[in-house]
């Protein structure tokens, strides 16, 4: 059955299923890496990716945004930056899978208010939540900029990019 659009689970509506250990035939998390780049510098500019809406942002979504983002960062920057997913994908999403195409009219209505099978995960964040950040030099921000407005581009919630820099104390 093919995935349904992220307009369905971008509205925080309805009670948080977090509890795995009571659920079964839960599919895995599709983030692959939550630190990349390089982990050791330390860098004293940081970029972050923040929510302008509450919402909800699934798994793939998320890890479709950090390609994209290290995409960018390595033609620019190639040991110069530190990419960070901020949020784990906690929320395991369900879905009630009903009968389509021609014919399913008269069966359409399915169970009413049915639980559903488990078919995800998502990240549940609130207004200024920051998903990602980029950790980078003085001369990338310009690279780390462009790399967030690019994985903006792959979530299903308006964002903006918060600059920070390093104090002197």
Sequence with gaps: MTRKPA?????VEGQIYTRQEYMGGIPNCRITQFDTGNPRADFPV????????AGQVRDIALESARVSAV????KAAPNGYRLKVR???HQVL???KMAMGAGADRISDGMRRAFGKP??????????AEILTIYTTAAHIEDAKE???KASHKLPVPTRVVIRTASAA
């Design 7 to 11: 307009r369905m689970y971008r509205k």
């Design 46 to 53: 940081s970029l972050s990716l923040g929510m302008e809406e």
């Design 71 to 74: 995409r960018v960062l390595e």
């Design 87 to 89: 949020r784990y994908p």
């Design 94 to 96: 369900r879905e009630h």
């Design 119 to 128: 078919v995800g995960h998502a990240v549940r964040a609130e207004i200024g």
């Design 147 to 149: 790399a967030l407005r």
